[in-house]
């Protein structure tokens, strides 16, 4: 994940501001980040300018969820129980590419590099995609 993503999913609460890492010791507040030097600039850019950007803007944040915010100002064209679909005819303010970028890129990333172990004693991770 981005490190502005990492940024967003820390918790308001001051004991315990730190994402929940979970891995084979059990599971704990932690506040280490996945990172290592993979990419050229013009990569990391790219990355950005395609959907990084977008998708951190609309992602959750202490007291905002922007992309929800989109979704709540029109009437939804399927419910079911506690789900709703929205066509893109619906909502063509919401950058539906810039979004699936984002999210292909964050599984990409990670198969073509093994990345450090977040945890001391833990694993390396790179998942493959086929």
């Not at 803007?57 to 029109?74: D, I």
Request: aromatic content about 10%.
């Amino acid at each position: 994940m981005p490190q502005g993503m990492y940024k967003r999913v820390r918790s308001s609460d001051k004991e315990n501001p730190h994402p929940i890492l979970i891995d084979k010791s059990g599971s704990r507040p932690c506040s280490n980040q996945i990172s290592d030097f993979v990419f050229c600039k013009e990569c990391e850019s790219r990355f950005d300018r395609n959907g990084e950007n977008y998708a951190l803007r609309m992602a959750a944040m202490r007291r905002r969820f922007r992309l929800q915010e989109e979704l709540e100002t029109v009437k939804p064209s399927f419910e079911k129980l506690d789900f709703r679909g929205y066509t893109a005819a619906d909502t063509p303010h919401i950058k539906r590419d810039e979004l699936a970028y984002f999210a292909l890129s964050v599984f990409w990333r990670a198969s073509v590099h093994e990345w450090p172990a977040i945890a001391e004693g833990g694993t390396s991770v790179k998942i493959e995609l086929g």
